[in-house]
């Protein structure tokens, strides 16, 4: 910060003064999830933290600001140089070089905060008379009124409260000082009288300086003039005007507090009315089922059984038959689900760890920003999208992992993810498949996949044998959007053995996707036109077979940028004029 450290003690610092002065400095801020931390310029002046693109842009004006009075400042649990400022629902991430420097900024902000937050002491008692009167003036039943406008909650009213109590208890003290001070000078001139009185012999004379002499020329000063008054120094006329507009705050507030306590009265009356109508129906529900159970015949005992002698007769006795032959095939049914859940574990458990494996995998590694690692070369930029490789070789196989982020408007994740994992769709836009088949189905979000590829001569025919799932990962941070991932990695199937005509690659591919919203202005609905959705595409294919390392790397440079544009196009057309999914 430019002008946080300043010298001097805290003694020759005037607080009100030094809440008008402009303090700013650099810190790195969180802009969004494509540019991420970006230097701007933040400026503190009162109570108002604002924030520049540079220090030489002031003169175009803020690109944002937000009031400390009701601002949380927390400082990071594990970031050291990170802190955030909270506002209701609006966040500023903040970062600064170093540990130090944080603490300084965090610590000047609380300063600010605390010296003119609304309802602090020194507020109130830099514009508390103006306040009050203005509240008294107004009326308790109109400032009560515009208060829950403002909508202060009780707990705000009972803080201001405490402040009014202390300056009021303040100002008793001061009248009280004053009414001992003119007692005491009262009790003084009732003294001196008396003396005067008794001593006395003729009328007492008034010199020039404004002193009685008695007339036997005695030159002592009996009783001063200047006494009476008495340098007391109070303002008894401003003192009590301030009484008054004090007193008439607090009496203001208590009605706010009064409003405040009904109507949580009434919002817990109300909930008490429908607890007890919910009890009352669940009570009436319950007897009557009481009822129809009593009703009901019951058959099992051995007067009922078949014989000469049976007390149920012939319809009874059929209605009997058909119940336990019911209850029969119900028994039956529920036996087959359970055998046909079994054996639906036995083939897909074998699959459930690999697959938490691979979605925890990519959600920890392939979201980590590449831009700044040596071993990522960027070898393609269009726009909005950037193709990164890292070469890797195994025993003369060519295994670059491919990295790929794009952004693209007017479709969600969701979106983005289902048409890329639904196989109703998979021949709509992949151009590179000769045919493929669902092998299994594991559940509605997992299926099996065998996959063979065109031919491109004279490379061999490829084929793969897959795991495809769609997850929808919840954000642990309210702030943060939800993420949808579509993970393909290759597995081993009984059914499928390796074909000899083709060669079996082997895969791990995840297309990760977030939704971005922008909210429309004033109380527009969210349209398309609000959502842009951020991909990052992550490939890892070992291919197989002996072809050329050059001629693979150059065939994934130029397809795999053709694929994810051809792809995201299609999203868009298919889901123009269509409900948004999120």
Not at 114 to 122: F, M, R, V
Not at 218 to 242: C, H, Q, R, W, Y
Not at 248 to 254: E, M, N, P, V, Y
Request: net charge negative.
């Amino acid at each position: 910060m430019s002008d946080c450290s300043s010298s001097g003690s805290d003694e020759e610092l005037d607080p009100e003064i030094e809440l008008l002065d402009e303090l700013g400095g650099t810190l790195t801020k969180w802009t969004n999830y494509i540019h991420g931390w970006q230097d701007r310029w933040i400026v503190l002046k009162g109570n108002i933290l604002s924030y520049y693109r540079s220090a030489d842009e002031k003169e175009f004006g803020c690109r944002g600001s937000i009031c400390l009075g009701k601002a949380v400042i927390t400082p990071h649990e594990f970031d050291e140089c990170r802190f955030d400022i909270s506002v209701n629902d609006s966040i500023w991430y903040l970062r600064a070089e170093h540990p130090l420097l944080r603490q300084q900024w965090i610590n000047t902000i609380e300063l600010h905060k605390a010296e003119s937050g609304y309802g602090s002491e020194s507020s109130l008692r830099r514009h508390g008379s103006l306040l009050s009167l203005t509240s008294a003036a107004s009326g308790l039943s109109t400032t009560s009124a515009s208060s829950c406008k403002k909508g202060y909650s009780l707990r705000e009213k009972l803080a201001e409260m405490e402040t009014f109590r202390d300056i009021l208890c303040r100002q008793v003290d001061t009248l009280q000082k004053y009414f001992d001070n003119c007692a005491d000078a009262d009790s003084k001139d009732e003294l001196h009288r008396d003396k005067v009185s008794e001593d006395e012999e003729d009328f007492p004379t008034l010199r020039p300086d404004g002193d009685y002499l008695l007339n036997n020329s005695s030159k002592e000063k009996l009783f001063p003039v200047d006494n009476l008054k008495g340098p007391l120094g109070i303002d008894f006329k401003g003192e009590a005007i301030t009484f008054k507009a004090t007193t008439a705050g607090i009496l203001s507030t208590l009605s706010h507090c009064i409003d405040i306590l009904v109507k949580r009265e009434e919002s817990w009356q109300r909930r008490l009315d429908k607890e007890i109508e919910r009890r009352k129906r669940a009570e009436d529900a319950y007897k009557a089922a009481l009822t129809e159970l009593k009703k009901k015949p019951h058959y099992g005992g051995p007067d009922y059984e078949e014989g000469p002698n049976s007390l149920i007769n012939e319809e009874e006795f059929f209605d009997a038959v058909e119940a336990a032959l019911d209850k029969h095939d119900q028994i039956e049914e529920q036996v087959m689900i359970q055998h046909m859940i079994i054996l639906v574990y036995n083939t897909s458990h074998l699959f459930c760890s690999q697959v938490e494996e691979m979605v925890q995998s990519h959600m920890n590694y392939s979201l980590q920003d590449v831009g700044g690692d040596a071993n990522w070369q960027l070898v393609v930029e269009e726009g909005d999208m950037k193709v990164y490789r890292r070469e890797v070789e195994e025993n003369g196989i060519v295994l670059d992992p491919l990295k790929a982020t794009h952004a693209v408007r007017r479709v969600t994740g969701h979106e983005v993810c289902h048409y890329f994992w639904d196989t109703a769709f998979r021949n709509d836009w992949e151009t590179t498949v000769e045919s493929f088949q669902v092998v299994e189905t594991l559940s509605d979000k997992a299926v099996i996949i065998h996959q063979t590829h065109k031919r491109v001569w004279p490379a061999s025919q490829r084929e793969v044998l897959y795991v495809s799932v769609i997850r929808k990962i919840l954000s642990t941070n309210e702030n943060d959007p939800d993420t949808w991932l579509v993970c393909n990695f290759s597995v081993d199937h009984d059914g499928y053995p390796p074909s000899a005509r083709c060669i079996r690659a082997k895969i791990n591919v995840a297309m990760i996707c977030q939704t971005l919203i922008s909210p429309p202005e004033g109380d527009k609905e969210i349209t398309r036109d609000n959502i842009l959705c951020k991909i990052t595409y992550v490939a890892n294919v070992n291919p197989g077979g002996w072809a050329p390392a050059s001629v693979l790397r150059a065939v994934a440079k130029r397809e795999y940028p053709k694929f994810l544009k051809r792809f995201t196009s299609y999203v868009q057309e298919k889901t123009s004029g269509e409900a948004i999914l999120f």
